[in-house]
């Protein structure tokens, strides 16, 4: 069937019998048609049906020539579709085609439009890639709506007990914080280099998975198998040594090591290691790997970006500001992991202008949370590890106090309430009389 043969099937089939607007509405607009006469007329019944109006030839008509649309051409159609349409029993057939015919269309104006604007491969690949996406979900954004539409998007939002698009990180203090990750939102991971930040966010990406997330890493650090090697030290309970060393292949640890593979490996989890990551990279794979409902980047200063720009800090806000949108074109939550400036040490409390290459991170960030050491453990102590939430648009701020296990690239939850840090002294002077307003009496 040609593209004309589609519209014909698809329009007499309305007029036939509008039982079928359903199936039609849901897979065909009126931009997929090409001859106008069948355009408006399609557009004319599917305003009626929106409006909860009948819609059958005698309404369409009399509605078409109240707005000035019908002409003898369109009368003569119609009489002639109804004629030579014996049944509607065909129209979801007949509109797929003609979506599929139109979105040909559309892929070969795209990449011909493409090739004659971009000249640089990694641009021309990410227009390409963008445009697909946008024809893939129909090629229409969305337009306003009324307040008393939004009121009906809150009335059945509130009729649930709880929100199952957001994801939890399976920290229940955490979670109670951050009321979970919600869809579009753009979340930043900060810690200073060796305070465990990769560590802690693979445990974040193989919770999510567990409790059934798509889930997907996006690694410029760690390989694919020394994020492997990481989380059989976590589920299987071997130190990371032995599990570098292979000393897990007998015995009680290879029971362990064969237990833990086998339950990670329904996980719906995904591992992407591929050198100089791009934003690019990250929507392909969404586009590509269906399922996908969340993505963790580790971590944003070693992402590459498309184009040149005149320096790190602006490269740095484009890919950030990037991430964002691609975070609310899916509809997930995307965390990136972030580099802390070097001007403290690992043991001192990170802030919101701690931000490594460029303040646009700050700004991007839907939900801060920032990882540093309490403290530098003793010998055969545990590190005990701040888990502060900085910036949350829709929750609490606060700090969770942890442990990390390194020899098993793990984290417990403490019930532990966070104290600050003691400031030193505000004046350089000695009081008078004894008293130091810096200091309480008895200090």
């Known amino acids: 069937m040609d593209a004309l043969t589609h519209e014909t099937g698809v329009i007499g089939s309305i007029l036939f019998d509008s039982r079928c607007m359903p199936d039609v509405t849901g897979l065909v607009s009126a931009d997929d048609f090409t001859a106008d006469s069948y355009r408006e007329i399609y557009e004319t019944a599917t305003n009626m049906y929106a409006a909860g109006e009948t819609v059958d030839p005698v309404t369409i008509a009399g509605e078409m020539r109240r707005a000035g649309l019908m002409t003898p051409e369109i009368e003569r159609l119609m009489i002639d579709l109804l004629q030579m349409t014996a049944t509607a029993s065909n129209a979801s057939l007949y509109a797929k085609g003609l979506r599929d015919e139109a979105n040909m269309r559309r892929i070969c104006k795209l990449l011909n439009g493409a090739m004659m604007e971009y000249g640089d491969p990694d641009e021309l690949t990410d227009a390409v890639m963008e445009g697909l996406y946008g024809i893939e979900r129909g090629g229409r954004r969305g337009g306003s709506i009324t307040l008393k539409e939004a009121i009906a998007k809150f009335t059945a939002w509130a009729s649930k007990d709880a929100d199952e698009a957001c994801i939890d990180l399976g920290y229940p203090r955490l979670d109670k914080m951050l009321r979970g990750m919600s869809p579009g939102n753009l979340v930043l991971l900060a810690a200073r280099p060796g305070v465990g930040k990769s560590a802690f966010a693979a445990d974040l990406a193989l919770r999510t998975a567990e409790c059934g997330t798509g889930t997907a890493i996006f690694s410029c650090e760690m390989s694919i198998l020394e994020i492997v090697q990481r989380y059989v030290a976590n589920r299987a309970g071997i130190d990371l040594d032995d599990v570098l060393d292979r000393k897990f292949k007998h015995g009680e640890a290879a029971k362990r090591t064969a237990g833990a593979l086998s339950e990670m490996g329904e996980f719906p989890l995904r591992l992407y290691d591929e050198p100089g990551i791009t934003v690019a990279d990250i929507r392909r794979e969404l586009q590509t790997k269906k399922g996908i409902g969340f993505v963790v980047v580790d971590y944003i200063q070693l992402m590459q970006s498309v184009g040149k720009s005149e320096n790190r800090n602006l490269e740095v806000a484009k890919i950030s500001g990037d991430l964002k949108k691609l975070a609310r074109e899916f509809s997930i939550p995307i965390m990136a992991l ?106």
């Open 338 to 443: 972030s580099q802390l400036n070097r001007g403290k040490d690992e043991i001192d409390e990170p802030s919101l202008n701690d931000f490594r290459d460029s303040g646009a991170l700050e700004q991007d960030a839907d939900i801060a949370i920032f990882v540093w050491k309490l403290g530098q453990p003793k010998p055969g102590e545990l590190a005990k590890i701040g888990v502060k939430i900085a910036k949350n648009r829709m929750g609490q701020t606060g700090v969770v106090v942890m442990y990390f296990d390194g020899a098993h690239m793990s984290y417990k939850e403490t019930a532990e309430e966070y104290t600050p840090k003691k400031q030193g002294r505000g004046r350089q002077f000695q009081a008078a009389n004894s008293y130091d307003p810096d200091f309480p009496t008895g200090w």
